[in-house]
């Protein structure tokens, strides 16, 4: 079973789309991927892949329900397929209230003498769902700040992939990346591997080379880097589809250099299926 959360404390360092590009690859490998989108921005991984939402809809099942064991329905339910080979438990707006609504079940089973864990709700989720039957790989794409969404991915998946702008304030988030460790493994009470770190964006400054060659020396993990391919990653945004997807349909005129950047992306999806299967 592989299973790990894309994170990064930073925004706008391509968390989601990696995400979404990861799935794809791991799908094309002939693996059977459940991508969970936890992030409740309207701009999340649920709006890139064009999911069919009920987001405002309070009355509807969702994960947010799942989390604070209120369901409407089996977990089997949320699950939607799509047309990349991989499904998705797409985001809901209750997933913005997530903190006030465990504290609440946590409160009420407190009262019942029951045990009730508002960090480690996701994992109890899928074990009860028996999701590793059908699934071999899952990732969760929570939210950038610490919280619930992150801490219940991060118990339910114990790995993590961090993308990271090769820029100062990326160097900064990688340089804490030991502190940001140990701090969830104090809060959830176990220990978490990062799988790999991925520099992400890069160009051709003397400036990002120089942060590349720190993040290595660094000793993590950067088995692929990803070089700054905007109009392939903004393109899969404004069409809501992969960027496999995107390059396959919707490029009339196919660049070298961004099949390349996909073959990058599917030797990441492979390095990391090495890596973390358990």
Not at 15 to 40: C, E, F, I, M, Y
Not at 174 to 185: F, R, S
Request: hydrophobic share 35%; glycine share 8%.
């Amino acid at each position: 079973m592989l299973a790990y959360t894309t994170y990064s404390e930073s925004g706008g360092v391509g968390k989601t789309t990696l995400t979404a590009n990861l799935a794809d690859a791991h799908s094309q490998q002939g693996r059977d991927v459940l991508v969970l989108d936890l992030d409740p921005q309207q701009g999340s991984l649920s709006y890139l892949l064009d999911i069919p939402t009920s987001r405002d809809d309070d009355v509807a099942d969702n994960i947010a329900r799942h989390l604070i064991d209120e369901p409407k329905g089996e977990f089997s339910e949320l699950i939607q397929e799509t047309p990349y080979g991989f499904d998705v438990v797409p985001s809901h707006g209750m997933l913005e209230n997530l903190p006030q609504l465990l504290m609440k079940a946590q409160n009420l089973a407190e009262d019942l003498g029951e045990e009730f864990s508002p960090n480690d709700r996701l994992r109890q989720v899928l074990i009860d769902a028996d999701i590793r039957r059908e699934y071999d790989t899952i990732i969760i794409d929570p939210p950038a700040s610490p919280g619930p969404h992150l801490y219940n991915a991060v118990s339910a998946t114990r790995s993590l992939l961090l993308p990271v702008k090769p820029t100062g304030k990326g160097m900064q988030s990688i340089a804490g990346i030991e502190d940001i460790l140990t701090n969830l493994e104090a809060n959830l009470d176990l220990d978490l591997g990062v799988l790999a770190i991925v520099p992400n964006g890069i160009g051709s400054t003397s400036d990002q080379e120089q942060y590349l060659e720190e993040i290595q020396q660094l000793g993590y993990d950067a088995p692929v880097t990803i070089r700054d391919r905007s109009a392939l990653f903004e393109g899969s945004w404004d069409q809501r589809c992969t960027a496999f997807y995107y390059f396959g349909h919707h490029r009339s005129h196919k660049r070298d250099y961004e099949a390349e950047t996909l073959d990058k992306l599917r030797d990441l999806a492979a390095h990391i299926e090495e890596v973390g299967d358990q």
